[in-house]
């Protein structure tokens, strides 16, 4: 199994982060059929091979994701494309 462990900073207030951060899950939720929802400042998402956390922090976003067997072989591809989407949505 692969873990995916990025810390990207940010500069907007936590509204707008929260907000840029529920765009990206459902996006995701619809292209990947990936069921989320939040606990706390938290955002768990999860689906078959895949289960994983965005924490809200002040000025940081701290995304984890554990990788089933089947997709720990595309650990590179998806966390490059995570790291896309962060750059994208927060700078």
């Known amino acids: 199994m692969a873990s995916i462990d990025i810390l990207h900073d940010h500069s907007k207030t936590p509204k707008q982060a929260r907000k840029a951060i529920e765009e990206v899950a459902k996006k995701l939720s619809e292209r990947f059929d990936m069921d989320y929802g939040w606990d706390g400042d938290t955002l768990n998402f ?46």
Do not use: N, W
Request: net charge neutral; proline share 4%.
């Open 46 to 91: 999860s689906r078959s091979g895949v289960d994983g956390h965005i924490a809200l922090l002040p000025q940081q976003l701290h995304v984890t994701a554990d990788l089933g067997f089947l997709l720990s072989a595309m650990k590179g591809p998806i966390e490059s494309e995570i790291r896309r989407v962060l750059s994208e949505k927060f700078g």
